[in-house]
């Protein structure tokens, strides 16, 4: 099983090559699993020397005692493993309550807030399995929600990895045995009150009196879908830049003209990707909402602000030409963690301002004509020539290979654990080190802008400098000028 899972984390590239991998842990036998295995996948002289793992788990205080005993117990785990942990405890019921949500989705919700707060951009494993792959598959079936829905869980889903989806729960069982290990039963897996418990112990054994091959059709079925889903979310992720004019946390703003522009189809999955940022992961729109939605998008002239709730707290909001989508309850309730900076989008060419600093941020790709240029340069290392032709290289303005930012730029300010692997270096180093090997005055650190490329991943600590793997070299093809500027100044 060791092996398997190996070549189905290489095959979705799903650990990162250096950095933190938060583990989801509730230590139960899937989540204990997950983490043995990864336990001797990362770390120095494993297959992944640079990737160090941090636990996570929360106390949904639903079962008393014994969840607080649960929590001593992960700790303790922890400590004897050597591995660094973050216990948050959250009263679910009371969140159900002020959120009107069920128990189930109130816990779910809250579950991955909390993650999300602990890793702060960097991934998350989960130990979702084939048998979990099946109960969400039904669940999505009986609820509906359109081909994106019917393919269920991904290897890879934004933030969220899962490492462990080519497994069943009786081999998760059978290897926590084979390792000697002790897992935790959680007595609510077998509370019927909960949705996808019925499923589990009523649906599915119902169905396969049926079919007994249910589901391996399910998850063929899942398969095929899955082709055609992943040329939808292409089609998404490259009118994203243009359609996403703003992007944090709490609220999207989309472009109506730049929506309007798309087929239906990648417009309403445009749609979902957005309201499902904004939910935990999982959008709760169904046709009605699409529809409602496009006849709020299809008046003219509109000259207020016109709102519209959606299902799960969700609102949007028209305001002349854009759609501003929001979470009510992320705006109203506090989250575990404070502090966390937003993060919004660059596109290119464009410009951003970076609210609660002093900086304006602007991209640019130059000509084909300079980038030949510059590429010639450097295969022939006549390094001044490559300054010649690049003018006003300074602290403040840099030049990137646009091949490895992809699609677009993300910018926020620095957040504890951040990493950049400075020119010149082959090792990465704390943001924090950074600054103070700079010497940057310590009123500053916090307000610098740091840019990440598509995939999230450092590419210029604004002023400071950029990472090594961004610089231009002999095999750039397209170069991305950056520019930082104090907002009142004119770009």
Not at 152 to 177: F, K, N, V, W
Not at 256 to 269: M, N
């Amino acid at each position: 099983m060791h092996e398997r899972v190996l070549a189905f984390i290489e095959q979705y590239s799903l650990l990162p090559a250096s950095g933190t991998v938060i583990v989801a842990f509730s230590g139960g036998a899937d989540s204990l699993c997950l983490l043995h295995i990864l336990y001797t996948l990362c770390g120095v002289g494993k297959p992944y020397p640079e990737v160090s793992l941090q636990i996570a788990h929360l106390n949904h205080q639903l079962r008393g005692a014994e969840s607080e005993q649960e929590a001593a117990q992960v700790a303790q785990l922890a400590q004897v493993w050597g591995l660094a942990y973050t216990i948050g405890s959250v009263d679910v019921p009371a969140l159900a309550q002020r959120e009107r949500r069920s128990l189930e989705d109130a816990a779910r919700t809250a579950r991955y807030r909390f993650l999300r707060e602990v890793a702060q951009g960097q991934p998350i494993a989960v130990a979702h399995h084939q048998d979990d792959q099946v109960e969400t598959l039904l669940l999505h079936w009986i609820r509906g929600g359109g081909i994106a829905s019917m393919i269920g869980l991904q290897p890879r889903q934004h933030d969220i990895i899962r490492p462990l989806l080519s497994m069943t729960h009786a081999e998760t069982l059978a290897y926590c045995e084979q390792h000697g290990l002790q897992p935790s039963e959680d007595a609510s897996n077998s509370d019927t009150r909960f949705y996808r418990n019925r499923i589990r112990h009523d649906l599915l054994p119902l169905i396969e009196t049926m079919n007994a091959n249910f589901r391996t059709t399910l998850l063929r079925n899942a398969e095929v879908l899955r082709v055609d889903a992943e040329w939808i979310e292409a089609q998404v992720t490259q009118a994203w830049p243009d359609v996403v004019l703003a992007e944090t946390y709490t609220a999207i703003t989309v472009s109506i003209s730049h929506l309007r522009a798309l087929s239906l189809s990648i417009q309403r999955h445009l749609l979902r990707r957005a309201t499902s940022i904004l939910n935990a992961g999982q959008s709760p729109l169904e046709l009605r909402h699409y529809q409602l939605i496009e006849q709020l998008v299809e008046r003219e002239n509109e000259a207020h602000i016109v709102a519209l709730d959606l299902p799960d707290a969700l609102v949007v909001k028209r305001d002349g030409n854009t759609l501003v989508f929001q979470n009510k309850n992320e705006l109203e309730t506090p989250i575990v963690f404070q502090g966390i900076p937003e993060e919004i989008a660059l596109p290119v060419p464009g410009m951003a301002v970076l609210h609660g600093t002093p900086w304006t941020a602007c991209a640019e790709e130059l000509s084909e004509e300079i980038a030949q240029r510059v590429r010639e340069a450097l295969t022939s290392r006549e390094w001044r020539r490559v300054l010649d032709i690049l003018p006003a290289a300074t602290t403040n303005v840099v030049y990137l290979d646009a091949d490895y930012l992809g699609a677009g730029l993300y910018i926020r300010t620095r957040r504890p654990g951040d990493v950049l692997r400075p020119l010149g270096m082959i090792h990465e180093k704390k943001v924090q080190d950074i600054l103070i090997d700079k010497h940057i005055p310590r009123d500053q650190r916090d307000t610098l802008p740091l840019f990440f490329n598509a995939n999230r991943r450092p590419v210029w600590l604004g002023g400071v400098c950029i990472d090594d793997r961004a610089r231009l070299t002999e095999d750039t093809q397209r170069i991305v000028r950056l520019i930082i500027k104090a907002t009142e100044e004119q770009i």
